[in-house]
T-cell receptor, first 112, second 117 residues
Framework: KQEVTQIPAALSVPEGENLVLNCSFT??????LQWFRQDPGKGLTSLLL?????REQTSGRLNASLDKSSGRSTLYIAASQPGDSATYLC???????????FGKGTRLSVIA | GAGVSQSPSNKVTEKGKDVELRCDPI?????LYWYRQSLGQGLEFLIY????????KSGLPSDRFSAERTGGSVSTLTIQRTQQEDSAVYLC???????????????FGPGTRLTVL
């Protein structure tokens, strides 16, 4: 059974700092990996999707990497801003059209 | 274009009552998923639809939970005889059809917050 773990559970950083969020999964036979952002009381916003054949994806200040063989992904946020404060969730799917398995998230606070 | 929508946004009910939660997926998306997010539990899968069929219902926690999808579009999640442990945020997601540039990217609605008193 696939399990996804995110470390740390919470993180507080000063504005402008670069930071890394970690995600690990137990079964390396994944189809893709998605990173989401969730603001309090809101739904999930998709940030980046990495296919199993890819090593990384970039969007603006965000860069996500995938090392499938070791079961790890990282989300790198450059030059953090207070508006980046949210919970970041990592999720994997084992094949096309299958449910996502989620980690419990990292709650990020960026202090001005 | 319009994203995934869910209604109601909030629902407060008394223990033992039935509730219906609605999801409108992105137009043209054939796959639809229901998830539940509880405090301390994270996000857990409930049921998956491909068109009007539900090939995977493995996440439904009990027979009080059921869901249907009509016309390959709108889906309704029904909880009968609600219990306090059913209190959670219920999230719906949709995904496009398999085909060119298909990656099973799931797009989520804003959720329905259910409170059972």
């Amino acid at each position: 059974k696939q399990e996804v773990t995110q470390i740390p559970a919470a993180l507080s950083v000063p504005e402008g700092e670069n930071l890394v969020l970690n995600c690990s999964f137990t079964d390396s036979a994944i189809y893709n990996l998605q990173w989401f952002r969730q603001d309090p009381g809101k739904g999930l916003t998709s940030l980046l999707l990495i296919q199993s054949s890819q090593r990384e994806q970039t969007s603006g200040r965000l860069n996500a990497s995938l090392d499938k063989s070791s079961g790890r992904s990282t989300l790198y946020i450059a030059a953090s801003q207070p508006g980046d404060s949210a919970t970041y969730l990592c999720a994997v799917s084992d094949s096309g059209n299958t449910p996502l398995v989620f980690g419990k998230g990292t709650r990020l606070s960026v202090i001005a | 274009g319009a994203g995934v929508s869910q209604s109601p946004s909030n629902k407060v009910t008394e223990k033992g009552k039935d509730v219906e939660l609605r999801c409108d997926p992105i137009s043209g998306h054939t796959a639809l998923y229901w998830y539940r997010q509880s405090l301390g539990q994270g996000l857990e899968f409930l049921i998956y639809f491909q068109g009007n069929s539900a090939p995977d219902k493995s996440g439904l926690p009990s027979d009080r939970f059921s869901a249907e999808r009509t016309g390959g579009s709108v889906s309704t999640l029904t909880i009968q005889r609600t219990q306090q442990e059913d209190s959670a945020v219920y999230l719906c997601a949709s995904s496009p059809s398999p085909g060119q540039d298909y990656y099973n990217e799931q797009f989520f609605g804003p959720g329905t917050r259910l409170t059972v008193l």
